[in-house]
């Protein structure tokens, strides 16, 4: 594939930091933790970027995916937290926007060498501890008990190959073909019920067969053929059921629980009434939950539809054996009906002709979809969107007739719309009118902002709603899952959620805070601004509507806050421009520092990011905070200039670390804390995936150092979570003058914090990872280092409910749970570090991996609990580590620069085979500028 230039737009600027895209995988409101709020408390959730398959399962295991869904865009919803934990009001760094632009060019032809995952030197910790500190609490779960008496229970492990000549992927039956034809293949070996299958090549049953089986089944113009063989492993389930041994293996106690993850909600698999979408089980017709029963003449124009449905996951704990996390999940879906009147409510109006401007969002909701046309028997199509041209204009070349024409003479069909653009199945094209959409289908794509603010609200349950709904779930589950688990395989499912003890730790200590911390939030007195030198700063408008008496108002709100938090801002070095997207770059280069107006959270932020440099900083604003700025929201306006303040190289505020508990003696010695995140594109066989880096560089761990870095993925690999050249990127920063003390000293501690690893990656990534921080240490004659590691993620499904003397409620910020629902053979806990403002918390999951500084599990979770009141963006402490949240924000921006730098780029198959994609070296200068030293916060 080459690549030819769009001449309407101009040359793409070569990119500097920026985001990945980010895809939905089952998607979960009760984690949009990375958002963007104003300032008084009303939150603004996009949902969170779901990571790979890999990355969704926090402990480690693998759930039932559809191959055909792992390039789009998902939303399926679990019940919203609004944990308040990002509100400033400016759209920097849009963490949690989703974007799914056109296909990006491939990857290029020599992709990045990864170094083989082997098993690392260093030793993992493999042994939990439990704390004392803080205040206990009870709390409720959305886990409930497996048990079982039977006194054998042993699941058999089969692989099912399937084969195809005509497709390359298949010859050999190594890979793996789409979800709609392996379910397709695997219905029709007729096997008994108790037969569960994954959707890939893994049969489980709970009888052993030697005895191969092979069938062969044509579907559509092609022939497969599958053999199920095995069985390749035999499970013990009966021995980690009701309880877990320390030396249990950890790869077999893995092995059970996916299958066990795959075997119970079989009966929901082969339920008719119930269609199975990535992890979730939705019945079919049910309710449209987006119907409002007040206004019930605005129901017929909803673009969307919205069900609810159940999601499981087996866990192993420590405590309790094996358990079964149930979360009620919500899924955007498409209406039934004609492919035409679902178009008219897309662009609102009923129209004989498309104008350009409805060409976008048309596109935006229909590729992907399947539509089924029956002019020549019923048949299924995915569509590729709109061709360009209407049935009366698209002429049959081999027939020398237009589309409309033919199906006049062909099947006497008169068309009513042949003005209308046709619809791309491929190289053919189909008049819209004659297609209508397949029944229980998913959405996929990027949802509408009113969509989208409209699921979060249906979805959203506070805590007492979350106990009431999962109580419900389980009940249903029991209804159609229970008898068949007992029938065939002696399994029983608790009645009751699992009740844990957790403990609130106190709130770290920030001089800098008028009162002590109260629910996570605090009174910032005057910042640590930076040197008062005199530089220019202007406000640059792309919104139409932000005019001259706007910009008067706005730059006077901001002087008189800066003035009362002690930051450096002269209102009379501020200017004022209206401009376009076009002249932008000059203006942003003509000045220190601009503040970037937009109507709205979209793509101009990349466009816009990507002029900006060290030494000409940009902040986006859009115009909705803007005007609250003029008027005169102060916690707005506050956000607002602890973001300027911390660019321009002040510091907002300082935790008092040395007063944690076994960190008096660690705060002594030079400690550098790293935190890093790797996040992925949705279509990422052709794009890289992003690395990001960054690295305390002050002894209050208060300013930091990034790197981004691209890396595209080997054949045959989706995604890159290992961070290949984490040694050169870490040398790189040893390297810069703010470290050269730490280089100096005998002793030094390094603290790295991993954002976003599920369990099955531990030994091969992130441990991998230490090893390489450790041998760019060595590389620069740092011997005397000591190195601990923690993994934090958010991505699971773990819910906790604090019981009050009335009603559940939210948990305090700073409740850690570290006992009986624990990953077995893990040194892990679970924190709650921010406050939930609506809907149900989401605690963070750390683990720790590796610890040469001994300390014991009170002082981490203090510490960890004191770095997310370091991020400097707002006066509430946030759901994870600072150093990790500036990590994920980094490449969140990447991604965003990243996507903004292709997006005037049309890609041609028919052009020369040596145009290809710039390099990766090419690639690298685009995301990381050699001027971008310091990171932005």
């Given at each position: 594939?080459?690549?030819?230039?769009?001449?309407s737009?101009p040359?793409?600027k070569?990119?500097?930091?920026g985001n990945?895209?980010?895809?939905?995988e089952?998607?979960?409101?009760?984690q949009?933790?990375?958002?963007?709020?104003?300032?008084?408390d009303?939150q603004?959730?996009?949902?969170e970027s779901?990571?790979?398959?890999e990355r969704d399962?926090d402990d480690g295991?693998?759930?039932?995916?559809?191959?055909?869904?792992s390039?789009t865009?998902?939303?399926?919803?679990e019940?919203?937290?609004?944990?308040a934990?990002?509100?400033?009001d400016?759209?920097?760094?849009?963490?949690?926007?989703?974007?799914?632009?056109?296909?990006?060019?491939?990857?290029p032809?020599?992709t990045?060498?990864?170094?083989q995952?082997?098993?690392?030197?260093v030793?993992?910790i493999?042994?939990?501890?439990?704390?004392?500190k803080?205040n206990?609490?009870?709390?409720s779960?959305?886990?409930?008990n497996l048990s079982?008496?039977?006194k054998?229970?042993n699941?058999?492990q089969y692989?099912?190959?399937?084969?195809?000549?005509?497709d390359?992927?298949l010859?050999?039956?190594?890979g793996?073909?789409?979800?709609?034809?392996?379910?397709?293949v695997f219905k029709?070996?007729?096997?008994?019920?108790?037969i569960a299958y994954?959707g890939?090549r893994?049969?489980?049953?709970?009888?052993?067969n030697e005895?191969?089986?092979t069938?062969?089944?044509?579907?559509?113009?092609?022939?497969?053929?599958?053999?199920?063989?095995?069985?390749?492993?035999?499970?013990n389930v009966?021995?980690?059921?009701n309880?877990?041994k320390?030396?249990?293996?950890?790869?077999?106690?893995t092995?059970?629980?996916?299958?066990l993850?795959?075997?119970?909600?079989n009966?929901?698999?082969r339920n008719e009434?119930?269609?199975?979408i990535?992890?979730g089980?939705?019945?079919?017709n049910?309710q449209?939950?987006?119907?409002d029963?007040?206004?019930?003449s605005m129901n017929?124009?909803q673009?969307?539809?919205?069900?609810s449905?159940?999601?499981?996951?087996v866990t192993?704990?420590?405590?309790?054996?094996l358990?079964?996390?149930?979360?009620?999940?919500?899924?955007?879906?498409?209406?039934n009906g004609?492919?035409?009147?679902?178009?008219?409510k897309?662009i609102r109006?009923?129209?004989?002709?498309?104008?350009?401007?409805?060409?976008?969002?048309?596109?935006?909701m229909?590729?992907?979809?399947?539509?089924q046309?029956?002019?020549v028997?019923?048949?299924?199509?995915?569509?590729?969107?709109l061709?360009d041209?209407s049935?009366?204009?698209?002429?049959?070349t081999e027939?020398?007739?237009?589309?409309?024409?033919?199906?006049?003479?062909?099947?006497?069909?008169?068309?009513q719309?042949?003005?209308?653009?046709?619809?791309k199945?491929g190289k053919n094209?189909?008049p819209?009118?004659?297609?209508?959409i397949?029944?229980?289908?998913?959405?996929?794509g990027?949802?509408?902002?009113?969509?989208q603010?409209k699921l979060?609200?249906?979805?959203?349950?506070?805590?007492?709603?979350?106990?009431?709904?999962?109580?419900?779930?389980?009940?249903?589950?029991?209804?159609?899952?229970?008898e068949?688990l007992?029938?065939?395989?002696?399994?029983?499912?608790?009645?009751e959620?699992?009740?844990?003890e957790?403990?609130?730790?106190d709130?770290?200590?920030?001089?800098?805070?008028?009162?002590p911390?109260n629910?996570?939030?605090?009174?910032?007195k005057?910042v640590d601004c930076?040197?008062?030198?005199?530089?220019k700063l202007?406000?640059?408008?792309?919104?139409?509507?932000f005019?001259?008496g706007?910009f008067?108002a706005?730059?006077?709100?901001?002087?008189?806050?800066?003035n009362?938090l002690?930051i450096?801002f002269?209102?009379?070095n501020?200017?004022f421009?209206?401009?376009?997207?076009?002249?932008?770059?000059?203006?942003?280069?003509?000045?220190?520092?601009?503040?970037v107006i937009?109507?709205s959270?979209?793509?101009?932020?990349?466009?816009i990011?990507?002029h900006?440099?060290?030494m000409n900083?940009?902040q986006?604003?859009?115009?909705?905070?803007a005007?609250?700025v003029?008027?005169?929201?102060?916690?707005t306006t506050e956000?607002i200039?602890?973001?300027y303040?911390?660019k321009?190289?002040?510091?907002?505020?300082k935790?008092?670390?040395s007063?944690?508990?076994?960190?008096?003696?660690?705060?002594?010695?030079?400690?550098l804390?790293?935190?890093?995140?790797?996040?992925?594109?949705?279509?990422?066989?052709?794009?890289?995936?992003?690395a990001?880096v960054v690295c305390s560089?002050?002894?209050?761990?208060s300013?930091?150092?990034?790197?981004?870095?691209a890396?595209?993925?080997?054949?045959g690999r989706?995604?890159?979570?290992?961070?290949p050249?984490?040694?050169?990127?870490?040398s790189?920063?040893?390297?810069?003058?703010e470290?050269?003390?730490?280089e100096?000293?005998?002793?030094?501690?390094?603290i790295?914090?991993?954002?976003?690893?599920?369990?099955?990656?531990?030994?091969?990534?992130?441990?991998?990872?230490?090893e390489?921080?450790?041998?760019?240490?060595?590389?620069?004659?740092?011997?005397?280092?000591?190195?601990?590691?923690?993994?934090?993620?958010?991505?699971?499904?773990?819910?906790f409910?604090?019981?009050?003397?009335?009603?559940?409620?939210n948990m305090?910020?700073g409740?850690v749970?570290?006992s009986?629902i624990m990953?077995?053979n893990?040194?892990?806990?679970y924190?709650?570090?921010?406050?939930?403002?609506?809907?149900t918390?989401?605690?963070?999951?750390?683990?720790?991996?590796?610890?040469?500084?001994k300390?014991n599990?009170d002082?981490w979770q203090?510490?960890?609990?004191?770095l997310?009141?370091a991020y400097?963006?707002?006066?509430?402490s946030?759901?994870y580590?600072?150093p990790?949240?500036?990590?994920?924000?980094?490449?969140?921006?990447?991604?965003?620069r990243?996507l903004?730098g292709?997006?005037?780029?049309?890609?041609?198959?028919?052009?020369?085979?040596?145009n290809?994609?710039p390099?990766e070296?090419?690639?690298?200068q685009t995301?990381?500028?050699g001027n971008?030293?310091?990171f932005?916060?």
């Amino acid at each position: 594939m080459g690549r030819k230039k769009n001449k309407s737009k101009p040359k793409p600027k070569k990119l500097e930091l920026g985001n990945p895209e980010v895809e939905h995988e089952v998607l979960d409101t009760d984690q949009l933790e990375d958002h963007e709020t104003s300032g008084n408390d009303q939150q603004q959730n996009p949902p969170e970027s779901a990571h790979t398959q890999e990355r969704d399962a926090d402990d480690g295991t693998t759930s039932r995916s559809n191959d055909n869904e792992s390039d789009t865009t998902k939303h399926t919803v679990e019940n919203p937290t609004d944990t308040a934990e990002n509100p400033t009001d400016t759209v920097e760094d849009p963490t949690d926007t989703v974007e799914n632009p056109t296909d990006p060019p491939p990857a290029p032809s020599s992709t990045c060498q990864v170094p083989q995952p082997q098993s690392a030197s260093v030793t993992m910790i493999r042994k939990n501890q439990h704390g004392t500190k803080g205040n206990k609490v009870t709390l409720s779960t959305n886990s409930f008990n497996l048990s079982s008496k039977a006194k054998k229970l042993n699941i058999y492990q089969y692989d099912l190959c399937i084969r195809c000549p005509d497709d390359p992927r298949l010859v050999d039956g190594a890979g793996v073909p789409s979800k709609f034809i392996c379910d397709e293949v695997f219905k029709e070996f007729e096997f008994e019920p108790h037969i569960a299958y994954d959707g890939k090549r893994n049969v489980y049953s709970k009888k052993r067969n030697e005895e191969e089986k092979t069938i062969t089944k044509k579907i559509g113009r092609k022939t497969y053929t599958a053999t199920v063989s095995g069985p390749n492993a035999t499970l013990n389930v009966r021995s980690v059921i009701n309880s877990i041994k320390g030396d249990q293996d950890p790869n077999e106690l893995t092995s059970i629980t996916t299958a066990l993850s795959v075997v119970i909600p079989n009966c929901l698999s082969r339920n008719e009434d119930y269609v199975a979408i990535k992890q979730g089980f939705f019945q079919k017709n049910q309710q449209d939950l987006f119907n409002d029963p007040r206004r019930p003449s605005m129901n017929n124009s909803q673009v969307l539809r919205l069900w609810s449905g159940i999601k499981t996951r087996v866990t192993p704990t420590e405590g309790d054996g094996l358990t079964l996390r149930v979360t009620k999940v919500f899924q955007a879906m498409y209406p039934n009906g004609k492919l035409l009147d679902f178009i008219w409510k897309i662009i609102r109006r009923e129209k004989r002709e498309l104008d350009d401007r409805d060409i976008v969002p048309i596109n935006d909701m229909i590729k992907h979809l399947k539509v089924q046309t029956t002019h020549v028997g019923e048949r299924t199509h995915t569509l590729d969107g709109l061709s360009d041209r209407s049935a009366r204009d698209h002429i049959i070349t081999e027939r020398n007739i237009s589309v409309e024409e033919y199906f006049k003479s062909e099947y006497n069909i008169t068309l009513q719309y042949p003005n209308l653009l046709c619809v791309k199945v491929g190289k053919n094209v189909y008049p819209m009118e004659l297609c209508t959409i397949k029944d229980s289908q998913p959405f996929f794509g990027k949802l509408p902002g009113p969509i989208q603010g409209k699921l979060i609200l249906k979805a959203r349950e506070d805590p007492e709603k979350k106990i009431m709904s999962g109580r419900a779930l389980r009940e249903r589950l029991g209804t159609l899952c229970g008898e068949w688990l007992v029938t065939h395989y002696g399994i029983e499912l608790g009645r009751e959620p699992i009740v844990v003890e957790g403990r609130v730790l106190d709130p770290p200590i920030i001089p800098d805070s008028k009162k002590p911390v109260n629910d996570g939030r605090w009174e910032n007195k005057k910042v640590d601004c930076s040197k008062p030198i005199s530089f220019k700063l202007q406000i640059l408008s792309l919104a139409r509507d932000f005019s001259n008496g706007k910009f008067e108002a706005l730059r006077q709100t901001l002087s008189r806050k800066a003035n009362d938090l002690g930051i450096f801002f002269d209102p009379r070095n501020v200017s004022f421009r209206m401009c376009t997207l076009g002249d932008i770059g000059a203006q942003i280069k003509s000045c220190k520092y601009s503040f970037v107006i937009m109507e709205s959270k979209g793509e101009e932020y990349g466009s816009i990011k990507n002029h900006e440099t060290f030494m000409n900083r940009t902040q986006c604003i859009t115009l909705k905070v803007a005007e609250k700025v003029v008027n005169g929201d102060l916690k707005t306006t506050e956000n607002i200039l602890y973001k300027y303040n911390a660019k321009i190289g002040g510091i907002n505020w300082k935790v008092d670390l040395s007063r944690i508990t076994g960190f008096s003696e660690v705060s002594k010695q030079p400690t550098l804390v790293i935190g890093a995140d790797v996040t992925h594109f949705t279509r990422s066989g052709n794009r890289p995936s992003l690395a990001a880096v960054v690295c305390s560089y002050d002894r209050d761990i208060s300013k930091y150092l990034t790197r981004v870095s691209a890396h595209y993925p080997e054949d045959g690999r989706n995604s890159i979570e290992l961070i290949p050249d984490m040694d050169k990127i870490v040398s790189e920063m040893l390297g810069r003058k703010e470290l050269h003390n730490f280089e100096k000293t005998k002793q030094r501690n390094v603290i790295y914090y991993r954002d976003g690893v599920s369990q099955g990656q531990f030994e091969n990534t992130v441990m991998k990872e230490l090893e390489l921080i450790k041998k760019a240490f060595l590389d620069k004659g740092c011997k005397d280092t000591r190195f601990s590691v923690i993994v934090c993620t958010k991505r699971h499904d773990q819910r906790f409910m604090r019981k009050d003397r009335v009603k559940y409620d939210n948990m305090k910020p700073g409740t850690v749970v570290d006992s009986s629902i624990m990953a077995p053979n893990l040194l892990n806990f679970y924190l709650c570090s921010q406050q939930a403002i609506q809907g149900t918390s989401v605690p963070c999951h750390y683990y720790i991996l590796h610890d040469d500084l001994k300390l014991n599990v009170d002082s981490w979770q203090a510490f960890s609990f004191a770095l997310c009141h370091a991020y400097g963006r707002v006066t509430r402490s946030v759901s994870y580590p600072a150093p990790a949240y500036y990590a994920h924000l980094a490449c969140e921006s990447a991604r965003e620069r990243f996507l903004a730098g292709y997006q005037d780029v049309q890609w041609d198959d028919t052009a020369a085979p040596d145009n290809q994609l710039p390099t990766e070296d090419e690639i690298q200068q685009t995301i990381v500028p050699g001027n971008f030293d310091a990171f932005y916060m």
